[in-house]
């Protein structure tokens, strides 16, 4: 079983900046961090969970919706199992709830191709 635990949301004003976490523990199939292509995804109300960002396995190849490029980015730290999205200049558009998801070993912006979620971490931004 794998378990996706989020932090870091809150409310920032526009132009702020915040630093979510997802923590991720793999007891029962053993997979290590490793094995895992990382993603974080939104969802905003009354409308569809759209992609954000992912990260290789390996933290070799990145990947980002258009409308955060330059002012998101998303990295992982092997040795504490946890992928992090650090968004500055924060926008009122990207209030939703950020969800992070893990597949094993290839990336996808389709979060249909997730195995594994996160609960979810609220960010809101003020104008």
């Known amino acids: 079983q794998v378990q996706l635990v989020e932090s870091g949301g809150g409310l920032v004003q526009a132009g702020g900046s915040l630093r979510l976490s997802c923590l991720l523990s793999?007891?029962?199939?053993?997979?290590?961090?490793?094995?895992?292509?990382m993603g974080w995804f939104r969802q905003a109300p009354g409308k569809e969970r759209e992609f954000v960002a992912t990260?290789?396995?390996?933290?070799?190849?990145?990947n980002y919706v258009d409308s955060v490029k330059d002012r998101f980015t998303i990295s992982r730290d092997h040795h504490k199992n946890t992928v992090y999205l650090q968004m500055n200049q924060l926008r009122p558009e990207d209030t939703a709830v950020y969800y992070c998801a893990a597949r094993p070993f290839r990336t996808s912006a389709s979060p249909t191709e997730y195995n594994y979620w996160g609960q979810g971490t609220q960010v809101t931004v003020s104008s």
């Open positions: 990260i290789s396995w390996n933290g070799g190849s990145t």
């Open positions: 793999s007891q029962v199939s053993g997979r290590p961090f490793s094995n895992f292509a």
